[in-house]
Every structure is written in C-alpha cells, then in structure tokens.
C-alpha cells in the first residue's frame, strides 16, 4: 500500500502555489491600477540617479557576501570544506527560489538538496549547518528589530496601521523566540527523547538539540556567524536606503526622507513580506510600504509603491543572476520541489532517529 503522505504534501504545496499566484496577480493589479500613479512613478524612475542605483545593487552584494560567510563559518565548524565559489553559487541558488518561485520553503529546501550532493557522506551536518543558519539570522533580526522598535516605538504608533503592523512583527519574533528558547530548555534539560514520537515539529527540535551541542562548543565561530548576521540584515536595509537617495524620496514637508525613518520600518517590511502571502513578497511588499511611509512619512502612495519596486528590483538582479545559476548546474540533477522537499524531510527524520539511537540526545 502507497504512503499518502507525499501526495498529501504535494497537493499542499500545489494548493499554496494557486494561492500565491492569484494573491501576486491581485496584488499587482492593485499596484498598477491607478493611471496617474503609474506616471509618477514611471517619471521617478527616469529621474533616478544612476550612482546610488549601482550603491543599491553592491548593498545587496554585501548581503550575498556576509550570508556565504556565515555559512561558510557554520560549515567548517561541521568540518564541511567546500569551496568559496561552490558555496557562493548554492546560496544564489536559494537566493532565485526565494524571489521567483511559489512556495514557502523553495529556496531552502534547494539550497539543502543541491549542497548533500556535494557531501553525500556528510548530508546530516550539511542539514545541521543549513538549520543553524536559519537559526542565527533569526536571533539577529529579532535583536535588530527590538533595539529598532523599543528606540522609535512613539513614532510607529502615531497612526493605528503601523502601531498593527508593528505588533504583527514584533507577534511573529516573539512566536519565534518563543520556539528558539524551547527548544534550547528542553535540548538543555535532555527532555528531547521524552517528547511523544507522533508531536509536529520532533524531528527538528531533536535536530536543533545536536545542532546546540556542536554549535555551543564552538562558541567563537557561532558568535562570529552571528555579528555575519547583523551585517546581513543592515546591508539588507540599506538596499532601500540607496534606492530612496537615488529616487530623491521626500517627506510631506517636501524634505529627503530621514534615512533613520526608512531604516525604522525596514525591518516589518521585510519580514512581513517574507511570509509566503505572494510569490517573493510581490504586492504585498508595496502595499506594506504605502501602509507605513504614507501616514509615518508623508511620502506618496505612488513614491512609496517606486521604492518598494525599486529596492526589490536592485535585489533581484542578484537573484537573476541566481537563475543562470540554476540552468548553468549541472541540468541532469535538476529535481522537482515536492522530491526535493521530500528529501529533506527524511533527512530531518533520519538525523533525528540516528542521534536518540546513538545517545547524542538525553
């Protein structure tokens, strides 16, 4: 008798594509719809200076470049030497599923298929090394965010759609470091084996617990990894930050946007964007930007909405670049999404069931 379950998640996975798409198509539509805003916003772009156009693009270079490092770090310290281009040319990989392909997970569950190929006799920490990754991004946008939030906390709740909107963040960080530090009581409290087999999510907090006890010895690489972090996210921030100068982005007051203010709502929009509402945050990232510069700042619907396409724009040349990546390497192990997450999966399941039956949990 055939397991259900690839079929049950295969059909998931088609069920959130269909509603990606139709929520991007609305969205845009939305974006585009008014006549006069497509013309200020097509004469913004014509006026755009050239020079913080390129700054904007190197940002997102930086961003590239810190991210490979970090993982870089995390896997050597699982022993994993991979060469810098191999490395490089992965993370692109994830880089054009995040931005360009339905799905929640796309760009992740590639990145992890495509790097166990490279080590099939060291997949697991391959795994461990992608999920401490994740892991240590978080923690820094959670830190980032909270300095940001407790700093200009007065400033977002002037209008109730950003004081919302910045609860949103701040309800998901929590929900996230809410799932780190349980993770880490229960690892620390060697309850891991104690959890019931058939509880969601066992296989990957079992997988965290193994991840901690390689990772907390080799604390300086961990920290080092995580000030990678940080560097990740500003530069990440900055994109927009190059793209407001270049578009010559003005308050109500008729003054430059103050980089302060843009850098202060960087971190919702981008977060909230990331959620897998639309395919790369399309129309949803611009609708977020009018949420919050229009009342916050002043700044017009169609120069909010000409940010937003901008800043995105500048980051997606990367992920283009991505793309012939993905054609160029080698074409025979292309995989389909619902093998390659079921792949991965197993890994999961597999790591887990290998540490219990050699004692690495407790």
């Not at 490089?88 to 992740?108: R, S, Y």
């Not at 907390?216 to 920290?223: G, V």
């Not at 990440?236 to 843009?262: D, I």
Request: hydrophobic letters at 55%; proline letters at 5%.
């Amino acid at each position: 008798m055939s397991n259900p379950a690839p079929a049950k998640s295969n059909l998931k996975r088609q069920l959130m594509t269909v509603i990606q798409i139709v929520v991007t198509v609305g969205m845009l539509a939305w974006v585009f719809h008014d006549g006069t805003q497509r013309r200020q916003m097509w004469e913004a772009v014509t006026r755009a200076r050239l020079e913080w156009l390129v700054a904007g693009f190197l940002c997102y270079g930086i961003v590239e470049l810190l991210a490979s490092g970090r993982w870089y770090i995390l896997l050597r310290v699982q022993g994993i030497a991979l060469g810098w281009l191999r490395l490089c040319a992965l993370f692109m990989l994830g880089i054009f599923f995040n931005m360009f392909m339905p799905g929640g997970t796309g760009g992740d569950v590639l990145k992890v298929l495509y790097l166990i190929k490279e080590i099939p006799d060291k997949k697991a920490k391959g795994l461990l090394a992608v999920v401490m990754d994740r892991l240590i991004g978080l923690m820094a946008l959670i830190l980032i965010s909270g300095v940001i939030i407790a700093l200009k906390y007065d400033w977002l709740k002037r209008d109730p759609v950003p004081q919302r909107l910045t609860w949103t963040l701040l309800l998901i960080l929590a929900s996230g470091l809410g799932g780190i530090v349980f993770s880490f009581v229960i690892s620390g409290l060697g309850l891991v084996h104690k959890l019931p087999p058939r509880m969601p999510l066992r296989d990957t907090l079992v997988d965290l617990s193994v991840a901690y006890n390689a990772y907390a010895q080799a604390w300086p690489a961990s920290l080092l990894a995580l000030f990678a972090s940080f560097g990740v996210h500003i530069a990440s921030f900055s994109v927009y930050v190059c793209a407001a100068l270049a578009l010559g982005v003005t308050n109500g007051h008729g003054q430059p946007l103050p980089v302060m203010e843009l850098l202060t709502v960087m971190p919702i929009i981008l977060t909230l964007s990331a959620l897998p509402i639309s395919v790369g945050g399309m129309g949803v990232r611009e609708a977020i930007f009018v949420a919050l510069l229009v009342p916050l700042c002043g700044v017009s619907p169609a120069m909010s909405k000409t940010l937003s396409l901008t800043g995105w724009m500048l980051s997606a040349a990367w992920g283009a670049i991505g793309g012939i990546i993905f054609l160029l390497y080698r074409p025979s192990d292309h995989t389909k999404m619902a093998d390659a997450e079921l792949q991965v999966q197993e890994l999961v399941h597999e790591i887990a069931e290998h540490a219990e039956e050699d004692g690495e949990v407790k």
